[in-house]
């Protein structure tokens, strides 16, 4: 399979850092799936190759981490922690929250395909609980309208990126529209 020039650059400056090729694993699987969304079968595949491991060994290492995935998930990754230091402090409420706010239940995705709600274990920010992640950003103290400022801030960044596409497509028709003409 192939990856960007950006994967590949980074994969071959990482590799040699390590004192075995399979040490990278984890963080060439976060590289892969920011780029392919998911850990697919074709992904585990090439990466288990390049890095001297079987395929079933990269799908324990997968299956330890929250994080990363097998299957497709939204734009934001919502990761609600209700572990003990969370659960004392209202993570339960933050989670039933989001899942009444996005409609969907735990793993489950947005039919837009923007949020998936993951219920996790210990985000180890249990100084801060409750806590969750979207993506890679910890958000920390929450209370049900601290959530909802993250999730309105997630729909305007993708609102804006939804917008500028559609500026490059409306840009590039009129382009051609003058090149044909
Ligand atoms: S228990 Fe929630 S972050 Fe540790």
Same mark, same amino acid.
């Given at each position: 399979?192939?990856?960007?020039?950006?994967?590949?650059?980074?994969?071959?400056?990482?590799?040699?850092?390590?004192?075995?090729?399979?040490? &990278?694993?984890?963080?060439? =699987? =976060?590289?892969?799936?920011?780029?392919?969304?998911?850990?697919?079968?074709?992904?585990? &595949?090439?990466?288990?190759?390049?890095?001297?491991?079987?395929? /079933?060994?990269?799908?324990?290492?997968?299956?330890?981490?929250?994080?990363?995935?097998?299957?497709?998930?939204?734009?934001?990754?919502?990761?609600?922690?209700?572990?003990?230091?969370? /659960?004392?402090?209202?993570?339960?409420?933050?989670? $039933?929250?989001?899942?009444?706010?996005?409609?969907?239940?735990?793993?489950?995705?947005?039919? !837009?395909?923007?949020?998936? =709600?993951?219920?996790?274990?210990?985000?180890? &920010?249990?100084?801060? &609980?409750?806590? #969750? $992640?979207?993506?890679?950003?910890?958000?920390?103290?929450?209370?049900?309208?601290?959530?909802?400022?993250?999730?309105?801030?997630?729909? #305007?960044?993708?609102?804006? $990126? =939804?917008?500028?596409?559609?500026?490059? !497509?409306?840009? #590039?028709?009129?382009?051609?529209?003058?090149?044909?003409?």
């Amino acid at each position: 399979m192939k990856f960007s020039e950006e994967f590949e650059a980074r994969f071959a400056e990482m590799v040699p850092h390590y004192p075995t090729k399979r040490s &990278a694993l984890v963080p060439t =699987l =976060l590289y892969a799936q920011d780029e392919v969304g998911f850990l697919s079968d074709e992904v585990i &595949a090439e990466l288990a190759g390049r890095l001297d491991l079987t395929e /079933l060994e990269v799908r324990n290492v997968i299956s330890y981490y929250s994080m990363l995935t097998t299957k497709p998930r939204g734009k934001f990754n919502l990761q609600v922690c209700t572990n003990i230091s969370c /659960l004392v402090r209202g993570g339960e409420e933050i989670l $039933q929250h989001c899942a009444k706010k996005l409609g969907v239940g735990h793993k489950g995705t947005t039919p !837009d395909g923007l949020f998936t =709600l993951e219920e996790v274990e210990c985000i180890g &920010a249990c100084s801060w &609980a409750p806590a #969750a $992640q979207v993506n890679y950003d910890f958000h920390e103290n929450l209370t049900t309208e601290k959530m909802d400022r993250v999730l309105d801030k997630c729909l #305007a960044q993708a609102q804006e $990126q =939804l917008q500028r596409i559609k500026s490059v !497509d409306s840009l #590039a028709d009129t382009l051609s529209q003058r090149s044909e003409g």
